[in-house]
């Protein structure tokens, strides 16, 4: 079960706002993406809106997606899991809407949508302090530029398994 965008925003009500805002930037570019893409846009906006739900705690994807998961939204759980850039030396995601919440992720700094380049660059000059964990985030930056260009080249060709009424705008962002 997909939960509805209220239900979502419940639980990200206890987040400090500036994470908030990050979680519905996320969102905005997912479901842009999404419907570009032809994947499931209620799930990615959700997974993208609960991506950072647990941004505070240590291992906050892992501990975002448990907590999904037990309140009986699995479908979430995984994409939320996988969306750190480390993930995608050593779990990367593997369904379209894995790799969609986990680009839309490194397309925000801050509540501000950027290039890739930009947030990648942020992500290695915050993170990359010793040698080790600059080249594996090095390493990573690479394996998320070939991710964009996989999702640049799909753009148009996957068909959608929702309907085109259940893809629109007014529907994600609907009370259900």
Not at 32 to 50: M, P, T
Not at 69 to 83: G, N, Q, V
């Amino acid at each position: 079960m997909i939960p509805s965008r209220e239900q979502c925003l419940r639980v990200l009500d206890e987040m400090p706002e500036n994470v908030k805002q990050h979680c519905f930037a996320v969102e905005a570019i997912a479901v842009r993406e999404a419907e570009r893409l032809g994947a499931d846009v209620k799930l990615c906006s959700r997974a993208a809106l609960l991506h950072d739900c647990r941004r505070l705690s240590p291992e906050h994807a892992d501990v975002a997606a448990d907590l999904v998961a037990a309140k009986c939204w699995p479908e979430l759980a995984t994409a939320i899991r996988r969306h750190p850039l480390h993930c995608i030396l050593t779990d990367p995601p593997h369904t379209m809407e894995e790799r969609i919440v986990f680009y839309a992720d490194k397309r925000v700094i801050g509540s501000k949508e950027v290039s890739l380049d930009e947030r990648l660059s942020d992500i290695v000059e915050r993170y990359g302090k010793d040698p080790q964990s600059k080249k594996t985030l090095l390493a990573a930056a690479q394996k998320a530029r070939e991710l964009e260009e996989q999702l640049r080249a799909n753009s148009g060709s996957l068909q959608s398994r929702l309907p085109p009424q259940e893809r629109t705008k007014e529907n994600i962002h609907s009370q259900d």
